[in-house]
């Protein structure tokens, strides 16, 4: 079974673009804001191996859709990719904190988005409690 890839992001050519890119390895989901993915990951069967997320949603403010999604024990062990505009000291500070495993700054390169992407669904998984 393909590994699944939730990609959040208000854009519809940079979802476009990620379903393309990755499409051909792994099943994509792709929702344009927070509260479509919170959705998402409530339905039943849905659990992605990998989540990429703009941490700059329309219907949220800045880092929040991550922030709920680090302080839930059902999602908080999914990893997490950010792209963004941001670009400054906190952002990185906020990455650290919430323990993303990668950030880009848009734009980002697809090449190393994919190398990204199959380095980390390449890892064992470690489970924290």
């Known amino acids: 079974m393909r590994k699944q890839i939730l990609v959040i992001d208000d854009s519809r050519p940079i979802r476009f673009l990620l379903k393309t890119i990755l499409k051909k ?7 344009p804001d927070g509260y479509s993915a919170m959705y998402y990951l409530q339905q ?12 700059e949603l329309p219907d949220m403010d800045n880092w929040e859709f991550i922030e709920h999604l680090k302080s839930s024990c059902l999602y908080r062990n999914i990893p997490v990719i950010v792209f963004s505009n941001l670009d400054d000291e906190e952002a990185q500070m906020n990455c650290i904190q919430l323990g993303i495993i ?28």
């Open 44 to 55: 039943e069967l849905n659990q992605p191996d990998l989540i990429i997320v703009d941490a």
């Open 102 to 129: 990668e950030k880009f700054t848009k734009p980002f390169n697809p090449v190393q988005m994919i190398q990204s992407v199959n380095n980390i669904l390449q890892r064992p998984i470690s489970l924290t409690v």
């Open 25 to 31: 390895d792994y099943q994509i989901a792709a929702v």
